[in-house]
């Protein structure tokens, strides 16, 4: 197999032996890519230990960023040419964007239109929650890792613990729902905060997703030892709930779900390291700044930025992004002993 140098611009149209040119969007393992993940910005206005150090990071210069109409004809060619048919918006803190509304409008009025997300960090959410689900919103996640104020504060580096809760209570109203709360635990009390964070998210019906913490610190401090795995939280959860494996198909969803003390109320937990389920991932990712990526810890991009920019037409841009997917490797490699954490941090992914 010939592998397109993801690197660089691609002034011609790719001719990769054996990747389909329309269809699907699909990569050499036979996963089918239909769900886009895409960030509005590297910017956050919170400072989480495990993503960015407290004074910040060095932020995109603004003419790096894609612009409304960029990105617009990006997620046009996505959903009518590629066959995605979920658009999650993502950052840093997409709220952070005063595009978000035309952005999300943009994209519900696609044909087909596809589901849409927002992952955000709550910040804000409660004066936008209504204006973002008239614009055609569907859903939130909103990151939580804990609902004890002192240990809030310790993890993001800012006391906004209230702002956050007010935003999730915002989003259940105006019926963006399922709302799910994100938490990364805290090494140092992450496994005091998980019970409590799962008792206030079965009180409130938001749907609790615990992930396993992933070396995409912008530090690079990431360590195997100082992180919770999946089945310590489990195992935690269990000496306080009852959980039974929920008996829904899980498909190519990362969460493994359990049912709570034989109710309706579920705790997932992404065991994005310990319990990889790469084999199943239906991704594929777009920055702030017009690159695609393969996978979250990918080290290559492919500029899609550079030929909006250059001039090439939409069948330019859908093979490159066709050729990117199909370079696509079999799993995040975290495990191996040649993993190399990608340079970009998870703020400036998108998650």
């Known amino acids: 197999m010939t592998v397109t140098n993801l690197g660089l611009p691609m002034p011609t149209r790719p001719n990769t032996p054996g990747m389909p040119t329309r269809?699907?969007?699909v990569d050499t393992f036979g996963r089918v890519a239909t769900d886009l993940r895409v960030s509005l910005t590297d910017r956050c206005n919170l400072r989480c230990t495990y993503c960015m150090p407290a004074e910040g990071l060095d932020w995109l210069p603004d003419n790096q960023l894609l612009r409304a109409d960029e990105l617009a004809r990006l997620l046009r060619i996505a959903v009518t040419r590629l066959g995605i048919t979920s658009i999650r918006f993502t950052g840093g803190e997409p709220l952070v964007s005063r595009d978000l509304e035309a952005t999300i409008a943009a994209a519900a009025a696609l044909h087909p239109r596809p589901e849409i997300a927002v992952t955000t960090n709550g910040l804000g959410l409660k004066r936008r929650a209504k204006a973002l689900k008239d614009a055609g919103l569907n859903r939130v996640n909103v990151s939580l890792d804990t609902v004890n104020a002192e240990h809030f504060a310790q993890i993001t580096r800012r006391d906004r613990l209230d702002d956050v809760l007010a935003g999730l209570a915002a989003a259940a109203e105006a019926g963006l729902g399922p709302v799910k709360v994100n938490a990364v635990l805290d090494p140092r009390t992450g496994l005091?905060?998980?019970?409590p964070l799962l008792r206030f998210c079965l009180d409130h019906g938001y749907q609790l997703r615990v992930i396993e913490q992933m070396p995409l610190d912008a530090g690079h401090e990431w360590s195997r030892a100082k992180t919770i795995d999946g089945q310590?939280?489990?195992d935690t959860l269990r000496r306080h709930f009852d959980l039974r494996p929920d008996p829904s198909p899980r498909g190519s969803a990362p969460a493994q779900?359990?049912?709570v003390d034989g109710g309706t109320g579920t705790v997932?937990?992404?065991a994005s390291v310990s319990e990889s389920f790469c084999g199943a991932c239906d991704r594929t990712r777009l920055t702030a700044d017009g690159q695609i990526r393969n996978c979250l810890?990918?080290?290559t991009e492919t500029d899609l930025r550079r030929l909006l920019r250059d001039g090439a037409d939409d069948d330019d841009i859908e093979a490159a992004w066709?050729?990117?997917m199909w370079a696509k490797a079999a799993g995040h490699g975290i495990n191996d002993p040649n993993f190399v954490q990608?340079?970009?941090p998870m703020s400036a992914i998108g998650g």
């Not at 005091?192 to 019970?195: F, K, L």
């Open 322 to 324: 066709r050729s990117a």
């Open 232 to 234: 310590t939280v489990l």
């Open 257 to 259: 779900l359990w049912r």
């Open 342 to 344: 990608p340079a970009r």
């Open 297 to 299: 810890f990918a080290t």
């Open 23 to 25: 269809g699907p969007l």
């Open 192 to 195: 005091d905060d998980v019970v």
């Open 268 to 270: 997932g937990v992404i």
